[in-house]
């Protein structure tokens, strides 16, 4: 089965609402990473957060290692937040990352 | 930051054709991927490396070869390309395996195979 889950698939928000994205893991996990897709395609980490809270700007990652989740939330969205978030985890033993399929965000003006 | 740089940024080839992609990091990480990314699937890992000379197999390496001729090279190559492996290939690095390194992706290379 899948070992990484992310939901929702799809999220479609007026500037300035929040959003919450979720990841679900199931395997043991030493690292997790999120990261955004612009449309044109390319791919930007965002933060690393294996486990604990971390802030960077106006993104917050929560991650319960026990519990396999993280979540990853988006203050204040900006039509510039459009784009695909992708949340990805190195296997217990590290040596493969394995990603999940994506939060398609949309933020309308 | 970790600058990793791919090329070239398109490609469109035809079936049986030979393609060569590249890849270089400058920021002396150890190691080197080269995932492919289709929609319904996301990314997967066809290949990566520790080091020069080093080759290790991912999760979808058939019809793939890869070769690290140094630490900074990686380069990624479809002997015989098939419209199958139409595609959006990225390129990553990082200064180790697993946690707590971070992988750092390249600009991506999208591939037609016609």
């Known amino acids: 089965g899948q070992q990484v889950q992310q939901s929702p698939a799809s999220l479609v928000l007026q500037e300035g609402e929040n959003a919450e994205l979720q990841c679900n893991f199931s395997s043991t996990a030493t690292q997790l990473q999120w990261f955004y897709q612009s449309p044109g395609g390319s791919l930007v980490s965002l933060l690393s957060?294996?486990?604990g809270t971390k802030h960077t700007g106006r993104l917050t990652s929560t991650t319960v290692t026990k519990e396999r989740r993280s979540s990853l939330h988006i203050s204040s969205s900006q039509t510039t937040d459009s784009g695909t978030y992708l949340c990805a985890i190195d296997r217990a033993g590290g040596y493969k990352v394995v990603f999940g399929s994506g939060t398609r965000l949309l933020v309308s003006p | 930051e970790a600058a990793v740089t791919q090329s070239p940024r398109n490609k469109v080839t035809v079936t049986g054709g030979n393609v060569t992609l590249s890849c270089r990091q400058t920021?002396?990480?150890?190691?080197m991927y080269w995932y492919r990314q289709d929609t319904g699937h996301g990314l997967r890992l066809i290949h990566y490396?520790?080091?020069?000379?080093?080759?290790q197999i991912g999760d979808v390496p058939d019809g793939y070869k890869a070769t690290r001729t140094t630490q900074e090279d990686f380069f990624l190559l479809l002997e015989l390309a098939s419209p199958s492996q139409t595609s959006l290939y990225f390129c990553?690095?990082?200064?180790?395996?697993?946690?707590?390194?971070?992988?750092?992706f390249g600009p991506g290379t999208r591939l037609t195979v016609l």
């Open positions: 490396s520790y080091g020069a000379g080093n080759l």
């Open positions: 990553a690095s990082s200064e180790g395996l697993g946690g707590p390194y971070e992988q750092y």
């Open positions: 920021n002396s990480h150890n190691y």
């Open positions: 957060n294996p486990s």
